[in-house]
């Protein structure tokens, strides 16, 4: 069974706009990461955070985490279509010798030009 | 090459088959994990190598599944007497060792059961 939940499902914003999507996990965490998938194959590493980390930033993504809430978030400032994809939270259990992460549901992006 | 490669990409069989899906890491790393990916949800965890040996393989659904990494760098998952159920997406990914690092996935293979 997968970790993490995310919301929303899914998400359609106007290019120029800022995407704002939402992970939850349930167990204490090594780090969280986000990936983003384009149609439905091979996932790119956006960014990580690390559990001692609050905020993290990287070009046009902005990644918070609150390990008191089990939550983080994930910005998209200023979208563009190509930004059109669906994006997973992923974090690895602390304690968990062998760091496999643990995905989220996802969130599909909807970049309209 | 520079990336994670799978192959096939694509792999399509028949109920009761015996399929076998091949990933070839990242020159160096020596972790290696499989997922599994169903449609319109997140991959989920099969099995972990450090090195040649099997470090976890909690996620494995059943005795069917079996995965190899016989020299520490290409691995095989092989699934036994296919099921409708096992269709989806198989990703492999690597990392440069232990401790949390970036996971570089492959483009997948998509299998179908028919």
């Known amino acids: 069974s997968q970790q993490g939940e995310e919301d929303p499902q899914a998400l359609s914003i106007q290019e120029g706009e800022n995407a704002t999507m939402n992970c939850s996990y349930k167990t204490s965490i090594n780090n969280l990461q986000w990936y983003r998938q384009n149609s439905g194959r091979g996932l790119v590493h956006l960014i990580l955070i690390r559990s001692n980390e609050r905020e993290k930033h990287s070009g046009r993504l902005r990644v918070t985490l609150d390990t008191s809430k089990k939550s983080s978030s994930l910005l998209i400032t200023a979208s563009r279509a190509a930004d059109t994809a669906s994006y997973f939270c992923a974090t690895d259990a602390l304690m968990d010798s062998s760091y496999k992460l643990i995905f989220g549901s996802g969130t599909r992006l909807l970049v309209r030009p | 090459g520079a990336g994670v490669s799978q192959t096939p990409s694509n792999k399509v069989t028949e109920k009761g088959k015996y399929v076998e899906l091949r990933c070839d890491p990242i020159?160096?790393?020596?972790?290696l994990y499989w997922y599994r990916q169903s449609l319109g949800q997140g991959p989920e965890f099969l099995i972990y190598?450090?090195?040649?040996?099997?470090?976890?393989d909690s996620g494995l659904p059943n005795d069917r599944f079996f995965a190899v990494r016989p020299e520490g760098s290409v691995s095989t998952l092989k699934i036994q007497r296919t099921e409708r159920g096992d269709s989806a997406v198989y990703l492999c990914?690597?990392?440069?060792?232990?401790?949390?690092?970036?996971?570089?996935f492959g483009p997948g293979t998509r299998l179908t059961v028919l």
């Open positions: 020159s160096g790393h020596t972790a």
């Open positions: 190598f450090q090195g040649t040996g099997a470090a976890d």
């Open positions: 990914a690597s990392s440069s060792g232990t401790g949390t690092h970036e996971q570089f």
